[in-house]
Structures are given as structure tokens and as C-alpha cells.
């Protein structure tokens, strides 16, 4: 089975910098991805690594090291649009099957105040 | 990007009856599409996957009889929650995967469904 561990929340002042730690165990490893979910909203994706080491996309920045099972996302110059939930995910092993699914993590809530 | 679409965004019903729940492809094929549930502040879990022109996968816990998916082409996948309660109250979202099988292949999700059943 796989499963990701995530803080429940984090809250954090505009313009400071957040990250967020993810860590996983799975069965096979095929990459750990984040996504930003709005309340109300679907989730929509942020960052992926498949490799060790930092992957930055603007103000978000994403890191991975596969021999500790873990991740964090970093988000900078916080906003406060940038409040939202934020979910680590990892894909599903299943390449005979067909399977991609992926396995999410229970999720961080981020609160950015004023 | 690639865009998915769901359509209804939100719906609400009486106990005992269906719903279906589209989710469409715009601007690619996917082969396979997901169905995921998730309740007020938790996690999205996967339902179900579905294969264009076969079954669909269900995980464990998950009853296909009454969640019934249909995948008749490589753009539209239906979910139908059969006999909705009130515990079938949800975010109903899919997903869609560009492409053939691969590593780094990629997923697009749709807006979502809100359900509510009285």
C-alpha cells in the first residue's frame, strides 16, 4: 500500500515563506507531486519530482529526496490567494494494469493572514 | 493545457434516486479516466478507474453496483451513484490521463461535482 503523511495545517504571514513536508512509503516510487486545491475547487497541479534535489517554478518551489521518502513544497512571497489546501501525492505502481491512479496525502491547509 | 469538464457542477436530490455525473476530455483522448470522492476537509480517494471499451476497476470498499461507470469513449466517462443516501453526499472529481502508459505521464482533473442528497 502507499501512504503520504502531511501537518494538518500551517499558517503563515504575507510575504513570509512556508514549506510544507510531505513524507511517503509506497511500493515502487514513481515520482511525488503536489497540487493546490481551493475550498470548493478541484485540485490543480503544482510541482513534480522524480528526482532527487529542488524543482522551482516561481514563487513555489518543490523538493525531493527519494532516500528519505520525503518532500516539501516551498512557496515564497506568500499571498493571500495562496491560502488553500495543498496535497503531496505519489502515482500508483500499477504499470500492467494500466493503472496511474494516484494515492493522495491527507492533505495541509494553509492559512496566510494580513 | 488540457481541459476536462464535469458537468452537472453541483446537483441536488432526493434519497433513492440516481445521478449520473459526465466527465468529459475536451481537447485530448483519454484513455483512462479516475473517479475520486472527497468528503468535507479530507482527502481525495480514488474510487474507481476506468478503461475506454472495459470495465472499470473499483477499490476496495467501493460497491460497483451502485456506483456504476460506463467509459464508452476515449473522451466521456459517466459515473452514476444508483439509490443516492445521504452518506453518498460528496465532491465528486475525475480525472484524465493524456497519452499512453509511462512514467511521467499526466493527469488533468475536472472541476468537480458537488452531490448532496436530502
Known amino acids: 500500500g502507499q501512504s503520504l503523511e502531511q501537518p494538518s495545517e500551517v499558517t503563515a504571514v504575507e510575504g513570509a515563506i512556508v514549506q510544507i513536508n510531505c513524507t511517503y512509503q509506497t511500493s515502487g516510487f514513481y515520482g511525488l507531486s503536489w497540487y493546490q486545491q481551493h475550498d470548493g475547487g478541484a485540485p490543480t497541479f503544482l510541482s513534480y519530482?522524480?528526482?532527487?534535489g529542488l524543482e522551482e517554478t516561481g514563487r513555489f518551489s518543490s523538493f525531493l529526496s527519494r532516500s528519505d521518502s520525503y518532500g516539501y513544497l516551498l512557496l515564497q512571497e506568500l499571498q493571500m490567494k495562496d491560502s488553500a489546501s495543498y496535497f503531496c501525492?505519489?502515482?500508483?505502481?500499477?504499470?500492467?494494469?494500466?493503472?496511474?491512479?494516484?494515492?493522495f496525502g491527507s492533505g495541509t491547509r494553509l492559512q496566510v493572514q494580513p | 493545457g488540457a481541459v476536462v469538464s464535469q458537468h452537472p457542477s453541483w446537483v441536488i436530490c432526493k434519497s433513492g434516486t440516481s445521478v449520473k455525473i459526465e466527465c468529459r476530455s475536451l481537447?485530448?483522448?483519454?484513455?483512462?479516466m479516475f473517479w475520486y470522492r472527497q468528503f468535507p476537509k479530507q482527502s481525495l480517494m480514488l474510487m474507481a478507474t476506468?478503461?475506454?471499451?472495459?470495465?472499470?476497476?473499483?477499490e476496495q470498499g467501493v460497491e460497483k453496483d451502485k456506483f456504476l461507470i460506463n467509459h464508452a469513449s476515449l473522451t466521456l466517462s459517466t459515473l452514476t451513484v444508483t439509490s443516492a443516501h445521504p452518506e453518498d453526499s460528496s465532491f465528486y472529481i475525475c480525472?484524465?490521463?493524456?497519452?499512453?502508459?509511462?512514467?511521467?505521464?499526466?493527469?488533468?482533473f475536472g472541476p468537480g461535482t458537488r452531490l448532496t442528497v436530502l
Open positions: 476506468s478503461n475506454e471499451g472495459s470495465k472499470a476497476t473499483y
Open positions: 501525492a505519489v502515482r500508483d505502481p500499477g504499470f500492467a494494469a494500466g493503472r496511474r491512479a494516484l494515492t
Open positions: 519530482n522524480a528526482l532527487d
Open positions: 481537447d485530448f483522448q483519454a484513455t483512462t
Open positions: 480525472s484524465a490521463r493524456e497519452g499512453l502508459a509511462g512514467v511521467l505521464d499526466t493527469q488533468y
